[in-house]
């Protein structure tokens, strides 16, 4: 969601089927959400409940939950005018240079793609189309180019939390939610791509002409592609060439998305409560992941800056965090990725509550919670 690394728009790029037409759309879509209504709204605001504004309350939190820091309260009289005030203009710059070393980057890997795919064996063109594909999109081609979109997270059309009514509205329905949002919930971006992507009506009419040509090419591609990678290789090939490496990103997708905007202590507003400077520097969650991880992902993790202005390029990333953390330190969540923090995020944030802001599945449902009892019972709990 960074710019240059717009990690939702991000998620299109790598889904495996889209076009550049879906890529492109997938920004217009979330100008487009601002028109929707929304029972509540996302970059969850952190509220000023009791809990929150002691500090001696925030640390016991931030070791029960797996974060190094829960921030406090952001005063209702500072605005997002405030915070950017205090990062320095030269953050904002684009550094020619560096995005199209990236581009260098990926040409040349797509090159060695298109080599291996003239040269590889029969039996190893799956493998080989999967390497041109992923050298586009993963290196950094389009997402060197996303530096100059806009997008400006305002409503959360993937993690919203569940609504009573909705988990009570049928057995199976409650059912199908424990799983997702418990044990499954790292492959829930599936769900959003599902949902968002593929129903014209959630786009603009200009915008409806070049959905069409992605879904074309989607549809294209498994009604041609597929079949050809299992002519060649078996469903097996089919499986380990196409269907692991997508579940494979979309578990990173998910994964990234969820521990940045979801915590039992990060609540969601309704639009009239909504108040910008909280959600973006209160209500979204830095994380530190190792080295290897972050540097595949272009510091997307270091992601509060993006909330404040996606204008700033992933290589600012960390000294903008830098500067807000001088400025604004005291009001920032911040972990190192660890088994608690995850736990937490899969086994509590599940329904919306307006006073407590999340009530876990099993203290509605505690007779059909299993699969979150499981999760309890098994994942580690160290941080």
Known sequence: ???????????????????????????????????????????????????????????????????????????????????????????????????????????????????????????????????????????????????????VLSEDTAWNPVMRDEFESSPLMRKAIIYGYGPLKTWMSITHWLIWHFNLKKFRPAEIGRVKISLACVFAFMAIGWPLIIYKTGITGWIKFWLMPWLGYHFWMSTFTMVHHTAPHIPFKTSDEWHAAQAQLNGT??????????????????????????????????????????????????ANWNWRLMKTILTVCHVYDHERYYVPFDEIAPDESYPIQFLKETMPDYA
């Open 285 to 334: 969650v830095h994380c530190n992941y190792p080295r290897w991880i972050e540097i595949l992902c272009h510091d997307i993790n270091v992601h509060i800056p993006h909330h404040i202005s996606s204008r700033i390029p992933s290589y600012n990333l960390r000294e903008a965090h830098k500067v807000l953390q001088d400025n604004w330190g005291e009001y920032l969540n911040e």
């Open 1 to 151: 969601m960074s710019s240059p690394v717009n990690f939702l728009d991000f998620s299109v790029r790598h889904s495996g089927l889209d076009s550049l037409a879906v890529r492109r759309s997938f920004l217009c879509h979330h100008s487009f959400s601002q028109k929707v209504s929304y029972r509540v709204r996302a970059a969850a605001v952190t509220a000023s409940p009791t809990f929150l504004d002691n500090a001696e309350e925030r640390k016991l939190l931030a070791e029960k939950y797996g974060f190094m820091q829960i921030g406090k309260p952001l005063p209702n009289n500072i605005t997002m005018k405030d915070i950017m005030d205090t990062l320095p203009k030269k953050l904002f710059e684009i550094d020619d240079m560096k995005p199209w070393r990236s581009v260098l980057i990926s040409v040349t890997s797509y090159a060695l793609g298109i080599f291996m795919i003239a040269k590889a064996p029969w039996y190893l063109l799956p493998l080989a189309w999967a390497w041109t594909g992923t050298a586009i999109t993963g290196v950094g081609f389009f997402t060197c180019l996303a530096c100059f979109d806009y997008y």
